[in-house]
């Protein structure tokens, strides 16, 4: 076999082993374990050791559907914890470019599997709020300036859930499903500022930067991308076997499953990798050919 | 059978994955749909979710107790300007209100939630109490090594030029993670996509077809 033609690989070759590496695991759902890390098992100790029953919770939907296959788990997983041990959640929207749409999709979703939860008393939908940063500071005065009404049109005051809550000390913590700087800002000027906990579930591709504000205890917790779903996936369902079931349906889609295909496109591309090197240090070793 | 809406979306992420192959008009398609859906999208939210409850709703039910709003919204309106040649210049001042407002805002932000508590994080102490004194070595030789790396007022060769490479190794290190983390995003982003084509059209289609 002539090595320098591996070299030389069509790269579309490459792109059909990620497909075929991709497509079979969602078709075959292998079951791949998942090891939990300490920034997941903290934001998941923070809201199931240091909240109570009737606890209040903002979560920020401040993705879009461009990372919703990473966000979304995510949310669904924290909306499940918080409705099984009773916490209210609050939800907000301060993506523009599909942050209420994931919003609407997700609570509606999660609600649904806990009839017993009213809206309006057990967890109410802001919607969506222009100019992030603004909103973020605002809402430390008064939540109601910033959202007279819920996304349904209903103003606040009428709403019970928001009878209590009129800035961020009325919460006990602010969870931030993020994509681009939003999450940062939750950490560096809301946590910062008015020291609230916070907790940020970012993409994959921002998570590294996170760790800094985890590492200066500026944030309660972190799940990055997929990876860190799953984690919290595993230990909510541990911790809520009735979620099990849920999380078992044919056809839905979770982070757990999700990391079953990266770990086998990872394997592929590790594979790629190393016998690229391989080709590569073994033409080096061949003698020139005298010109 | 897959619904309308999802035939349209399965069509438009069939031809946005064509490009793997070569640019074609296919691409380019679902392209400059992307585009003006996003900002179709965008418009619509802020009209309906950011204008109509705190700026119309509010003049229209209350104005007495709302008429500052004018203010906000005649600069919003003055930032227009700029399109028409004559008076272009009156959208300076809109622009200077809003660059003044988060420069302010911004500044606090960095200084008080970026760069005091960072730098507080990296003074940590190199007395001998285990394992621990060993990650917190790391870290300070990481943060000056880095630093001088970044320090340019000074040629980088003997000991500068030493230290500077140590920063080096720290940074390709970090990029390293980063950009593990980003293969990783990307492939969730693949992973997603695929799920939607197998589980909500082809499964289906194939299921109506049998």
Redesign the interface.
């Known amino acids: 076999m002539n090595l320098e033609r591996v070299m030389q690989v069509d790269r579309?070759i490459i792109?059909l082993f990620?497909?075929i590496g991709?497509?079979l695991p969602?078709?075959f759902v292998i079951g791949l374990p998942v090891s939990i890390t300490p920034p997941v098992q903290m934001a998941f100790d923070r809201i199931e050791n240091q909240l109570q029953k009737g606890d209040v919770v903002l979560i920020s939907f401040d993705y879009g559907p461009?990372?919703?296959?990473?966000n979304a788990p995510m949310a669904d997983a924290f909306l499940r914890h918080c409705f099984s041990k009773g916490i209210k959640v609050v939800v907000i929207a301060l993506y523009?470019?599909?942050g209420?749409s994931e919003a609407v999709n997700e609570v509606s979703k999660v609600a649904a599997e806990f009839p017993e939860l009213e809206y309006g008393v057990d967890y109410v939908n802001l919607?969506?709020?222009?100019?992030a940063?603004?909103a973020m500071?605002k809402m430390a005065e008064n939540i109601h300036e910033v959202f007279?009404?819920d996304?349904r049109?209903t103003p606040l005051s009428e709403l019970p859930i928001m009878q209590n809550i009129r800035t961020y000390r009325d919460m006990k913590l602010v969870v931030s499903l993020a994509t681009g700087i939003i999450g940062e800002?939750w950490?560096?000027?809301v946590?910062?500022?008015f020291g609230i906990p916070v907790i940020v579930g970012p993409?994959?591709?921002s998570?590294?930067k996170y760790y800094?504000y985890l590492?200066?205890?500026?944030m309660a917790g972190l799940l990055?991308?997929?990876?860190g779903a799953s984690e919290y996936e595993r230990l909510v369902v541990e911790k809520y076997p009735k979620l099990a079931e849920v999380y078992a349906t044919p056809?839905l889609?979770t982070a757990t499953k999700?990391m079953d295909?990266?770990s086998i496109?990872?394997m592929i591309?590790i594979a790629f990798i190393v016998l690229g090197n391989i080709v590569y240090f073994t033409s080096r070793k061949k003698p020139r050919k005298a010109s | 059978m897959p619904s309308l809406g999802t035939w349209l979306a399965a069509f438009f992420t069939l031809c946005m994955l064509s490009f793997l192959y070569k640019d074609n008009p296919f691409f380019r398609l679902a392209e400059s749909f992307f585009a003006g859906l996003s900002l179709g999208y965008y418009i619509g939210i802020v009209m309906n979710q950011t204008l109509k409850p705190n700026l119309v709703l509010p003049l229209i039910h209350d104005f007495g107790a709302n008429w500052n709003l004018v203010f906000a919204a005649g600069l919003g309106v003055i930032l227009y300007f700029r399109y028409i040649k004559r008076v272009a210049w009156v959208s300076r001042w809109a622009l200077a209100v809003y660059v003044g407002y988060y420069v302010g805002v911004n500044m606090m932000q960095k200084l008080h939630g970026e760069v005091i508590p960072q730098i507080g994080d990296s003074m940590l102490s190199l007395s001998y109490s285990g394992v621990g004194t060993l990650w917190n070595l790391i870290m300070v030789v990481g943060v000056l090594s880095v630093l001088i790396y970044f320090y340019f007022s000074v040629e980088h060769k003997g000991l500068i030029g030493g230290i500077s490479r140590i920063g080096i190794w720290f940074l390709m290190i970090s990029f390293g993670a980063a950009f593990g983390y980003t293969v990783m995003g990307r492939i969730s982003l693949l992973i997603g996509r695929m799920v939607f084509l197998v589980n909500e059209w082809a499964k289906p289609l194939i299921g109506s077809i049998t």
Do not use: F
Request: net charge positive.
């Open positions: 579309r792109y990620i497909a991709t497509i969602i078709l461009s990372s919703a296959p990473e523009p470019l599909g209420l919607g969506y709020k222009d100019g940063q603004a500071k007279p009404t996304m049109g800002w950490a560096n000027l946590n910062a500022q993409t994959a591709v998570a590294p800094a590492e200066a205890k500026q990055g991308g997929l990876k056809g889609y999700g295909v990266q496109v990872h591309m």
